[in-house]
């Protein structure tokens, strides 16, 4: 079945510093692939997205590459805020699909 | 619109007990999906509709589950005789047909079972 695979957490980081979450996927044909985020005490926010191979989904300062040879979308941010503390979670949606898939999330702490 | 909708926000029961939730979600949206989520774990996928009807439901969903869409708008989903493994975050989403745009989440309800 499909499957979302991301590394595990928690990632601690300082403020400014270079963030990176890989995510995998498992999945026949050709999925769209998101990033979800959880900021405490809310709900999933979607963060961005891809729908296509080579396809660079970016919101916010994040941004995220569709790698299909690699079945990955691994999330990237060049400077991290302390606002940007949060748990993200991946997940694709299959073309002919009808639910998102998730990954098990990556907690992330940014200090000051 | 006020995004999607759910009620209430924590719901602590007793087991054994009947409980029910309710899903609000963003108006011009015909897909509702419903999700369970665990402390340190990605949300599972429950179940969702198209308008009114039911069109898939996970495993998960045991026969003590059981989710309604009455007029296409609001959905509740009843968990009978609870148990303390029923305890998690429910979510709701909703999105059109699709879901390519992504799908809008509410603030979930947080049961927990004692």
């Known amino acids: 079945g499909d499957s979302v695979t991301q590394m595990e957490g928690p990632v601690t980081l300082s403020e400014e510093a270079f963030l990176t979450i890989n995510c995998t996927y498992t999945?026949?044909?050709?999925?769209?692939l998101f990033w979800y985020v959880q900021y405490p005490g809310e709900g999933l926010q979607l963060l961005l997205k891809?729908?296509?191979?080579?396809d660079k989904g970016s919101n916010k300062g994040f941004e995220a590459t569709y790698r299909k040879e690699t079945t990955s979308f691994h999330l990237e941010k060049g400077s991290v805020q302390v606002s940007d503390s949060a748990v993200y979670f991946c997940a694709l949606l299959k073309a002919a699909g009808n639910k998102l898939t998730f990954g098990g999330g990556t907690r992330v702490l940014v200090k000051p | 619109d006020t995004g999607v909708s759910q009620n209430p926000r924590h719901k602590i029961t007793k087991r054994g007990q009947n409980v029910t939730f309710r899903c609000d979600p963003i108006s011009e949206h015909n897909r509702l999906y419903w999700y369970r989520q665990t402390l340190g774990q990605g949300p599972e996928f429950l179940t969702y509709f198209q308008n009114e009807a039911q069109l898939e439901k996970s495993r998960l969903l045991s026969d003590r589950f059981s989710a309604e869409r009455p007029k296409g708008s609001f959905s509740t989903l009843e968990i009978q005789r609870t148990e303390q493994g029923d305890s998690a975050m429910y979510l709701c989403a909703s999105s059109l047909t699709g879901g390519d745009d992504g799908y809008t989440f509410g603030s979930g309800t947080r049961l927990t079972v004692v």
């Open positions: 891809a729908t296509k191979a080579d």
């Open positions: 999945a026949t044909g050709y999925p769209s």
